[in-house]
């Protein structure tokens, strides 16, 4: 079993759609959830950022962890053409190890 | 401009030969590290560095070297490259990844290999 998985897609959804993008992981030591945005032929930039359990919300983008069941979530409300990427969730211990998923692949159809 | 400048962007190289890819941020961000990018695989890191002179291997640090001499560049080296070396690799840049803290992340533009 790899440490975190993520669904790789590819998702595609209308414009104004909500969406919801997920991560399990294995490792219980993982403290630091991040979700990352990345281009075609660019590299990753940072999206949101949670430590332990909770909830945190940016604008249209809202992070969930859940650490009891070892998942996290990026919800992306009112989906823009813009939002069109492959999104990574990573994740790291306390030592600074960070591992990342596999990426999902979303799709905005105007 | 906050930036993590990454050199060459593309490098097709032969077997054997060494080769040496340059980071360099300009931030004063402590924490530096090396991902490689390759399909279905996503991004597993290969080295990082919490400072100067302080270096670790992550996930796959086979056939890789690197140095933190000075807290700006964070060279990958690749001794003896082989074709399973041929992938996309990122270095980032990140101020602190600790409670309560912003946090910024930075990559590079991504570097090319491909390993003949």
């Known amino acids: 079993q790899k440490e975190v998985e993520q669904d790789p897609g590819p998702l595609s959804v209308p414009e104004g759609a909500i969406v919801s993008l997920n991560c399990t992981y294995s490792n219980s030591a993982f403290q630091y959830f991040m979700w990352y945005r990345q281009y075609s032929r660019k590299g990753p930039e940072l999206l949101m950022y949670?430590?332990?359990?909770g909830n945190k919300e940016d604008g249209r983008f809202t992070a969930q962890v859940d650490k009891s069941s070892k998942y996290i979530s990026l919800f992306i409300r009112d989906s823009q053409p813009s939002d069109s990427a492959t999104y990574l969730c990573a994740m790291k211990t306390s030592y600074d190890k960070v591992i990342f998923g596999p990426g999902t692949s979303l799709s905005v159809i105007p | 401009e906050a930036q993590v400048t990454q050199n060459p962007r593309y490098l097709i190289t032969v077997t054997g030969k060494k080769l040496t890819v340059t980071c360099s941020q300009n931030?004063?961000?402590?924490?530096m590290s090396w991902y490689r990018q390759d399909p279905g695989l996503g991004l597993r890191q290969i080295y990082y560095s919490m400072n100067v002179e302080v270096t670790d291997k992550g996930d796959v640090p086979e056939g890789y070297k690197v140095s933190r001499k000075e807290k700006r560049n964070f060279p990958l080296i690749l001794e003896s490259p082989s074709p399973n070396q041929t992938s996309l690799y990122f270095c980032a840049s990140i101020l602190s990844l600790s409670e309560g803290r912003v946090s910024e992340a930075f990559f590079g533009q991504g570097t090319r290999l491909t390993v003949v």
């Open positions: 949670t430590y332990s359990s």
């Open positions: 931030m004063n961000h402590e924490y």
